[in-house]
């Protein structure tokens, strides 16, 4: 039972691209969340995503960020434009269901550096 | 002020001490889960408590409910457990529930 994979592990990206992070979830796992590490920072929250659903994407930055988890497939974290600002680890967690009790497993993260 | 406070930020060991990580929190939770990260590296679950205490190996959480905080303890340690530690609790709000992390405990033991 392979855990939660994310790819890719490092990403480097020129002002202005796109960066597409991915994140397939561990099998029976349909709620996906994202995470942001900024340099020396903590884990900031940034989506919570079910199977074609976008259930809290209070932490998103509203502009350039989006993200989806389709029915088939994995989730999708996509940053546009991208800045300097963006370099950061991307952590992405899945979990069974949303009950309190379940506990959530982190993927291995995207370092993602924007030149 | 942070939700969620770790302490200490830093802190070095030498090999076969006994290391207590301490998380306080402020706001109401579901539960604490303790993480650990390897520096690149990802990040690994080591528990999830809602009450009481649990060990797994050389590792022990403890929760105190009343309280709003959480230890972690390494008895033991080793330099492999040269990690960052964080402290995350589970918030219930509206039916979902989110994390809010602290900003980690960099330990360092010396051999």
């Known amino acids: 039972n392979a855990g939660v994979m994310q790819n890719p592990r490092h990403l480097v990206r020129r002002r202005g691209q796109e960066a597409r992070l991915r994140c397939s979830p561990m099998k029976g796992h349909s709620h996906v969340y994202w995470y942001r590490q900024l340099p020396e920072e903590g884990l900031k929250f940034m989506v919570y995503?079910?199977?074609?659903?976008?259930?809290?994407e209070s932490g998103m930055p509203k502009e350039r960020f989006s993200a989806e988890f389709p029915k088939e497939g994995p989730s999708i974290l996509r940053i546009q434009q991208v800045v300097r600002g963006d370099s950061a680890a991307y952590f992405c967690?899945?979990?069974?269901?949303?009950?309190?009790?379940?506990?959530?497993?982190f993927g291995q993260g995207t370092r993602l550096t924007v030149v | 002020k942070n939700e969620v406070e770790q302490s200490p930020q830093n802190l070095t060991a030498q090999e076969g001490e006994f290391i207590t990580i301490n998380c306080s929190y402020s706001?109401?939770?579901?539960?604490l889960h303790w993480l650990q990260q390897h520096p690149g590296g990802g990040i690994v679950s080591l528990f999830m408590l809602s009450s009481g205490k649990k060990k797994h190996g050389r590792l022990i959480a403890t929760i105190n409910i009343q309280e709003k905080h959480s230890s972690l303890h390494i008895t033991a340690s080793h330099p492999r457990d040269s990690a960052v530690y964080i402290c995350?609790?589970?918030?219930?709000?509206?039916?979902?529930?989110?994390?809010?992390f602290g900003t980690g405990t960099r330990l360092k033991v010396l051999a």
């Open positions: 706001v109401g939770i579901s539960a």
């Open positions: 995350a609790v589970i918030r219930t709000t509206s039916g979902t529930y989110k994390y809010i």
């Open positions: 995503l079910q199977k074609e659903n976008i259930i809290d």
């Open positions: 967690a899945s979990s069974r269901d949303r009950n309190m009790n379940t506990e959530a497993f």
